[in-house]
């Protein structure tokens, strides 16, 4: 089972991720964590990160494309594997299409959870009152302001993302506003169609 999970930060992709890897017995990969552990092993790909990132540059979609497909390749991605967080852009979505292509393997399903802006903002400002009111600190991605900007680039970077799967008849979408067991249950709907 290869999928990808898109959606808005808050949305609960983390959370439908951990429930997929348990029923399917398949990894999350995290971008970041994977291009971490490729420049701690010194791979061919992960030396070329490495200088990128020394220099003060960003890692390019071919870089980043050329990690995630050693990656699929090891022991736990034999029963395939969930992307969340990735792919950002339509151009890194094209480039993981094509490096799939190349090792002829396809994505079962990309998966949209669909949510409101305002009520997500609601759910993070609720959280961040709860935890000052707990005597804690805010954590800076519980910041209103700070998750506003988030959802801003969420909009102009990652939704023309569902627009390309859509295009090529690949997206379906759950309603990621519901309980987290129905959000569940309509995932598992979508998979076994």
Avoid: W
Avoid at 80 to 90: K, M, N, S, Y
């Amino acid at each position: 089972m290869r999928l990808i999970l898109l959606g808005p930060p808050g949305a609960g992709k983390g959370t439908q991720s951990a429930r997929l890897e348990q029923k399917y017995g398949i990894p999350q990969l995290s971008t970041g964590d994977m291009l971490r552990a490729a420049v701690k092993a010194g791979t061919p790909v992960g030396l070329q990160a490495k200088a990128v990132m020394d220099a003060g540059g960003l890692v390019s979609d071919d870089i980043v494309v050329g990690i995630i497909a050693a990656r699929i390749e090891e022991a736990d991605c034999a029963k395939g594997f969930i992307l969340d967080g990735f792919p950002r852009t339509v151009a890194q979505a094209k480039s993981l299409d094509a490096m799939l292509k190349s090792k002829h393997k396809e994505l079962d399903a990309v998966i949209e959870l669909v949510v409101d802006d305002q009520i997500l903002l609601s759910r993070i400002e609720g959280r961040a009152r709860e935890t000052v009111a707990a005597g804690g600190t805010v954590r800076a991605d519980d910041n209103p302001d700070a998750f506003k900007k988030r959802l801003e680039q969420y909009h102009q970077l990652t939704a023309p993302v569902s627009d390309y799967y859509r295009s090529v008849g690949e997206l379906r979408t759950v309603d990621g506003m519901a309980a987290i067991d129905a959000v569940t249950a309509e995932i598992d709907s979508v998979l076994g169609k």
